[in-house]
């Protein structure tokens, strides 16, 4: 077995409660951003520009169409896997990162509110990316912690995407 110092106990997720749950949050957190981009402030925006209904829920259902998809990937995420990395940190560091760089493409490209094929892409891409990202975080979560702390973390994981998607929200509608 092997001994950890007392100081570095603390910077592992199964043994530190403080750093399991912030993790949790934070991840959580960062799930907002797409979901209230292109879910509440990029419909307001083009429909406030003169977009149709139609253009509207073109974006939108491109967009929730990978949250349909989810169940699928759990199979991905237990079948492939890079083990020096453990099962699920790959999964969920390649997620992060394409929710990064949808969300930037989307920053560099600036589409208009017409230009629907481009935004529903971009949609798609990063909501893609945050289901992977919450199957991972979820298999992760069951894996580094107690049963009895399973409840109040869904609540704070829960919460903490609410406040994501808010914020976003906010943001985009300032």
């Given at each position: 077995m092997v001994r950890i110092p007392a100081q570095h106990s603390a910077l592992i997720l199964t043994q530190s409660k403080a750093?399991?749950?912030?993790?949790?949050?934070?991840?959580?957190?960062?799930?907002?951003?797409?979901?209230?981009?292109?879910?509440?402030?990029?419909?307001?925006?083009?429909?406030?520009?003169?977009?149709?209904?139609?253009?509207?829920?073109?974006?939108?259902?491109?967009?929730?169409?990978?949250?349909?998809l989810k169940f699928v990937n759990g199979f991905f995420i237990d079948r492939y896997t890079f083990l020096p990395m453990g099962r699920r940190r790959v999964w969920i560091i390649g997620a992060q990162s394409l929710i990064v760089v949808a969300l930037l493409a989307g920053a560099l490209l600036s589409p208009a509110h017409t230009d629907i094929l481009l935004l529903s892409v971009i949609g798609f891409c990063a909501n893609a990316a945050v289901t992977f990202q919450d199957v991972g975080i979820d298999s992760l979560a069951l894996d580094i912690m107690p049963e009895d702390e399973r409840a109040k973390a869904g609540g704070i994981m829960g919460g903490a995407q609410i406040v994501g998607i808010s914020a976003t929200t906010a943001a985009g509608g300032y």
């Open positions: 750093l399991r749950l912030t993790t949790l949050v934070l991840f959580y957190f960062t799930q907002g951003f797409p979901i209230g981009l292109f879910f509440y402030a990029i419909p307001t925006w083009m429909a406030a520009n003169g977009a149709g209904t139609a253009e509207i829920a073109t974006v939108v259902s491109l967009g929730s169409m990978p949250w349909s």
